[in-house]
């Protein structure tokens, strides 16, 4: 079989609009956390406890909370959800999980 290299503009006309609900749950999670914080808060591991936490002991943290803060974190670092669990289990020598994080905070935190 021969080969056929398409130029750009033949791909550009073969291609149709593709109907797609991006806005799941989990965006809906993230653009509402994200609008509920504070621009002048700050960005420090103060800030960052309050987010995961909001006042509450790290024994009461649910696993969708938990799982939306870190993907507004990878929305702030720019990094993929990949990058961030490698770059996590980098720093920390293990990854990241609501279990961990409820059973010690500071060393999750330390790295976040």
Not at 30 to 49: P, S, T
Not at 68 to 97: N, P
Request: charged share 25%; with cysteine.
């Amino acid at each position: 079989m021969r080969r056929y290299r398409q130029t750009l503009d033949e791909l550009l006309g073969k291609l149709s609009p593709l109907e797609s609900t991006w806005k799941d749950a989990m965006a809906t999670r993230v653009i509402d956390m994200l609008a509920a914080m504070e621009a002048d808060q700050g960005y420090c591991i103060g800030a960052v406890k309050q987010l995961i936490l909001q006042g509450q002991p790290p024994s009461s943290l649910d696993r969708e909370h938990f799982e939306t803060c870190l993907a507004l974190f990878r929305l702030f670092l720019d990094v993929s959800k990949d990058e961030f669990t490698y770059q996590y289990r980098e720093l920390a020598g293990e990854s990241i999980t609501v279990s961990k994080f409820k059973q010690n905070p500071t060393p999750c935190l330390d790295v976040l």
